[in-house]
Nanobody
Framework: QLQVVESGGGLVQPGESLRLSCVVS????????IGWFRQGPGKEREIVGA????????YYGDYVKGRSTISRDNAKNTAFLEMDSLKPEDTAIYYC????????????????????WGQGIQVTVSS
């Protein structure tokens, strides 16, 4: 059974940067595309972005494009989400998810494409 564990969350000030990590274990990490989602208070869960396996192409949700970078280190079984210029509206629980599907620009936003999910980690942006 694949395990997905997020780390790196916490309280940050507006305008600061944050890097979240996602460690995957239980299978060959290279086989999986990785997605990042978030759910703010009183909101539905939404896509932040994703990175494919193999060619490591990254896709981003419209509201974080230009402020976020998703990367992966296959040697460490870890994916990363870096966000810059954080705003209070970025406050959310951030989830990492793994997918065996070949993600494309039209499907990377769909939660049903991701079979394995982490527990989520809280990020709070506040002064």
């Amino acid at each position: 059974q694949l395990q997905v564990v997020e780390s790196g969350g916490g309280l940050v000030q507006p305008g600061e940067s944050l890097r979240l990590s996602c460690v995957v274990s239980g299978d060959t990490f290279d086989y999986y595309a990785i997605g990042w989602f978030r759910q703010g208070p009183g909101k539905e869960r939404e896509i932040v972005g994703a990175i494919t396996s193999g060619d490591q192409v990254s896709y981003y949700g419209d509201y974080v494009k230009g402020r976020s970078t998703i990367s992966r280190d296959n040697a460490k079984n870890t994916a990363f989400l870096e966000m810059d210029s954080l705003k209070p509206e970025d406050t959310a629980i951030y989830y990492c998810a793994a997918s065996r599907f070949r993600l494309t620009p039209t499907i990377f936003t769909l939660e049903k494409m991701y079979e394995y999910w982490g527990q989520g980690i809280q990020v709070t942006v506040s002064s």
